[in-house]
């Protein structure tokens, strides 16, 4: 009967060489060339013959080519990927706009996304609001401030210039 060893401590700080690497793992030295390049992975030292070692973790990583959640499969080029890999890379494509477009329908459900014609017409709302505030600006300055016609001439020559560019930057 096996005794369950529950007190395992991991070991921290192993480093292997690209051959050494390629034996453990059942593949070639230029694979795993290639997935290095591909992955950015870089040495953290050297063995004691001066050949560039690799820390396990990166290694493993980069060879077995686990992607975290945040991977863009886009940035990936089927071209440089091996047929049976490119399958691979297809599937997670289609998996991940899957899980886009469900992601979506659930932020609409809890509304914290909306439609674009509800923005188009939110957005001109408050683009006639603005426009009627600025309008009436100085016939409201005039009447209750008492602002001199020259005050009241620059005050609409202001508004002016503000309703040009806001219409210019509607139109950009």
Do not use: W
Not at 16 to 26: D, H, K, P, V, Y
Not at 41 to 65: C, F, H, Q, S
Not at 93 to 110: F, G, N, P, S, Y
Not at 141 to 152: G, K, N, Q, Y
Request: with cysteine; hydrophobic share 40%.
């Amino acid at each position: 009967m096996a005794k369950a060893i529950d007190n395992v401590e991991p070991i921290h700080g192993i480093r292997l060489t690209i051959s050494a690497l390629a034996r453990e793992f059942n593949v070639s030295r230029d694979t795993v060339n290639r997935r290095f390049s591909q992955a950015r992975v870089v040495p953290v030292g050297e063995n004691d013959r001066g050949y560039a070692t690799y820390a396990l973790k990166d290694a493993a990583m980069a060879i077995l080519e686990v992607r975290g959640e945040c991977q863009n499969y886009n940035d990936i080029d089927p071209a440089t990927l091996p047929p049976s890999e490119r399958a691979l890379l297809a599937k997670a494509r289609l998996d991940e706009t899957k899980k886009k477009i469900e992601d979506l329908k659930v932020d609409q459900a809890e509304g914290t996304v909306v439609s674009v014609e509800d923005c188009r017409e939110q957005m001109a709302i408050m683009k006639n609001a603005f426009v009627h505030m600025v309008d009436t600006l100085p016939d409201i300055l005039e009447r209750d401030c008492e602002l001199s016609s020259a005050a009241v001439s620059k005050v609409e020559s202001i508004c002016d210039d503000l309703r040009i560019k806001l219409a210019e930057e509607l139109m950009s």
